[in-house]
C-alpha cells in the first residue's frame, strides 16, 4: 500500500465531498466557513470507506497539529518569544492573553475535526462481519479515540468544550451552545466511560503510506485513556493502563538513544538522542513529501535569523549545569562532568553541539548571532542534508506518543499509587527484575505487595535504563550522593518533581509540557499553584501570584 499521503488524502475527501449537498469540496475544507451539510441517507458499510474516514480525520489534524505544540509549551516553562521578531499572536499565547481571534487559539478547526468524527461513528456500520469479525470496529475504535483525543486537547487549551456527540447537519455556531458547556474535570469522565469498552480492539496497520509505517499514525486508546486517568487522580488504573501498552508494544527505555561522551576527553560524542523525535515514535502526526503540501511550520518559528520561539533561559542554564555520569567501562563512574547532553554538548574544545537547543549552523544561517541559543530540536529532524536550502526542507513528522512518555506518564501514577522508589527508578536504574530485586534501589515494601502493573521481571526489561541516562550519563545508576531522594524529603513529592524534571529534558519542546504540569498540578490540593509556580521560573517569581490567577481562571 505504498502511496503518497497527498493520494491517500485526496481519495479520503471522498467520505465527506460525496456527501455534501450544499457545500463544495472547497468549502468542507475551508476552515473560515461554519456550513457544514451531509447526505443523510449515506451511510459507511464497507471497509474501504471506513480507512477512508479514519485517513480523512488524520488529515484534520494536521490543520491543528502546530498549534497544540504551540498551546503546549508557550503557556509553561520551557520555551518563550521573541518580542522582536514573534507575532502578537504568539507573544499573546505566552502571556495568557489571547482570545478566540488569535490565529492560534480558535476553536472552530477542532469542532470541525469533532464534527466530522460524529457523522462517521453515527453512520459506520460496525455490525458489519466477517467471519466471526466485526470488521469495522477497529476503524470505529480508533475514529472514537481521535474524537476524544480533540476534545481532550481542547479542554486543556480552552479550559472547557461544548460536548456534542451527535453530528451537526447545518452550522458549526451551533457548537457554541452554552448548555452543552464542560468544563475539564466534568468532561473527563465522560471520555473515560466512552474509550473502555473500545481499549481491546485491534490496531489500525494500512502497511507503508508515503515512506512511514502507518501504524504510527494511530493514537493506542490505551495512552489516552492512561492520560485521563492520571489526571482524574485514578492512580492505579492509570498505571495499569500504561503497563498494559508497554507489555502489549514491548516499549523499552534502551541505551540506544542515549547521548553520551566516547571518551574522558569530551573530543567526541554519541548523539543519539536527537534521532528518538524522529524515530523512537508510538504515535506522530505526519505531513505529506510535496513541499507544496500543508507541513508544520515550526522549523521556521525557531530555526532563523530571526526566530519568533526560543528556548527559555532558566531552561537551558539548568540543562547546561546538570551533573553528567560519565561511565567508560559500564561498571562504575568514570568522570563527572556538567551537562545534560539532550540539551547541548560543549566539547573540551569548547565547541558547542545542538541536540535540542544551541548555537545556529553559519553555513545554514550567516546572519544568525553566534551566541544566541536556539530550539534545534526541529532543525535537526527536518528532511534532508545540512547541504539543502533550509527553505526546501521540510518537518514532516511531530511525535505524539514516544516510549519515553509511557515510562514517564507510569511513574507520575504509581508515585501517588504509593510506590515512589519504584517511580524514581524508571528515571535512575530502569525497570527490570534486577532493578526491582535490589532493595538500595527499589524499597522492599514496594515490592512486596507488587501489583500487577509492577512486575518487569519479563527478560524483554533487561536492556532497561533510566530515562535520566540518556542525558546525565549511563553511569548515573551508580551515584550514591546526588541523584537520589533525600532522607529527609517528602518522597511523592520530590519524585513527582524530579519525573516533572525528566519530562522537561527529554520531551521538551515536543506540545506536552504545559499538559504535564496541568496534570501533576491536578494531583495537589492547591491546584494550580504548582503550574504558576514552575511557569514563574520563565517569566520571574513577581508574576506567581499573576499567573495563579490566569491559570485559576482559564482552569475554572
Request: with cysteine.
Amino acid at each position: 500500500m505504498m502511496k503518497t499521503i497527498t493520494n491517500i488524502l485526496r481519495s479520503c475527501l471522498v467520505c465527506c465531498c460525496i456527501t455534501a449537498t450544499l457545500a463544495s469540496c472547497s468549502d468542507m475544507m475551508d476552515i473560515d466557513n461554519d456550513r457544514v451539510a451531509y447526505d443523510e441517507q449515506h451511510r459507511i458499510d464497507n471497509p474501504n470507506d471506513s480507512i477512508y474516514s479514519v485517513m480523512g480525520i488524520l488529515a484534520q489534524l494536521q490543520q491543528v497539529a502546530d498549534r497544540v505544540v504551540l498551546m503546549g509549551e508557550l503557556r509553561a516553562d520551557l520555551m518563550t518569544v521573541d518580542p522582536q521578531y514573534a507575532s502578537t499572536d504568539l507573544q499573546d499565547i505566552e502571556s495568557l492573553s489571547y482570545t478566540n481571534d488569535n490565529v492560534y487559539a480558535r476553536d472552530i478547526d477542532f469542532y470541525a475535526i469533532i464534527n466530522n468524527c460524529n457523522y462517521i461513528l453515527q453512520r459506520m456500520d460496525t455490525s458489519l462481519v466477517e467471519g466471526q469479525t466485526k470488521v469495522m470496529m477497529p476503524e470505529y475504535a480508533q475514529v472514537k479515540t481521535l474524537r476524544a483525543y480533540t476534545y481532550w486537547q481542547m479542554a486543556q487549551i480552552f479550559g472547557q468544550v461544548s460536548y456534542f456527540t451527535e453530528p451537526l447537519l447545518s452550522s458549526m455556531s451551533s457548537y457554541h451552545d452554552d448548555r452543552q458547556t464542560l468544563g475539564i474535570d466534568a468532561l473527563a469522565p465522560l471520555l473515560i466511560a466512552d474509550l473502555e469498552p473500545l481499549v481491546d480492539e485491534r490496531p489500525l496497520d494500512y502497511g507503508s503510506v508515503d515512506g512511514w509505517n502507518s501504524s504510527e499514525f494511530f493514537l493506542p486508546t490505551r495512552m489516552l485513556l492512561g492520560d485521563l486517568y492520571l489526571y482524574s487522580n485514578r492512580y492505579e488504573e492509570a498505571a495499569q493502563a500504561y503497563y498494559d501498552l508497554i507489555q502489549q508494544r514491548r516499549l523499552t527505555v534502551s541505551s540506544g538513544y542515549a547521548n553520551t561522551w566516547m571518551t574522558v576527553a569530551r573530543t567526541s560524542l554519541n548523539a543519539n538522542n536527537q534521532q528518538a523525535f524522529r524515530n523512537e515514535v508510538i504515535t506522530r502526526q505526519v505531513f505529506d513529501s510535496d513541499l507544496r503540501s500543508l507541513h508544520s511550520q515550526l522549523g521556521k518559528l525557531t530555526y532563523s535569523d530571526e526566530p519568533s520561539l526560543l528556548p527559555a533561559a532558566h531552561f537551558t542554564s539548568w540543562m547546561q549545569q546538570r551533573t553528567h555520569f560519565h561511565t567508560d567501562n559500564g561498571q562504575g563512574i568514570s568522570r563527572y562532568f556538567t551537562g545534560d547532553l539532550r540539551g547541548l554538548a560543549e566539547m573540551s574544545t569548547g565547541k558547542q553541539v545542538a541536540q535540542a537547543f544551541g548555537p545556529a549552523d553559519a553555513e545554514q544561517i550567516p546572519g544568525a548571532t553566534s551566541s544566541r541559543l536556539l530550539i534545534t530540536k526541529y532543525f535537526n529532524n527536518l528532511e534532508g542534508s545540512t547541504t539543502d536550502q533550509l527553505s526546501q526542507r521540510t518537518l514532516r513528522s511531530l511525535p505524539l506518543v514516544r516510549p519515553t512518555t509511557v515510562y514517564l506518564r507510569y511513574a507520575e501514577a504509581i508515585n501517588r499509587a504509593g510506590f515512589p522508589t519504584a517511580a524514581f527508578a524508571v528515571l535512575k536504574y530502569g525497570l527490570s527484575n534486577q532493578t526491582l530485586g535490589d532493595t538500595l534501589r527499589v524499597d522492599s515494601n514496594e515490592v512486596k505487595r507488587m501489583p500487577r502493573y509492577l512486575d518487569f521481571r519479563a527478560s524483554q526489561f533487561d536492556g532497561n535504563v533510566g530515562t535520566s541516562a540518556r542525558g546525565i550519563g549511563l553511569g548515573v545508576r551508580w551515584d550514591k550522593e546526588q541523584y537520589v531522594i533525600p532522607a529527609d524529603a517528602d518522597t511523592v513529592d520530590f519524585v513527582e518533581r524530579a519525573i516533572l524534571d525528566e519530562l522537561a529534558a527529554e520531551s521538551c519542546f515536543e506540545g506536552n509540557r504545559f499538559f504535564d504540569l496541568l496534570c501533576a498540578s491536578h494531583h495537589r490540593q492547591d491546584h494550580p499553584a504548582l503550574m504558576a509556580e514552575l511557569t514563574a521560573r520563565k517569566q520571574g517569581d513577581a508574576r506567581r501570584g499573576e499567573l495563579l490567577q490566569r491559570f485559576t481562571q482559564l482552569l475554572k
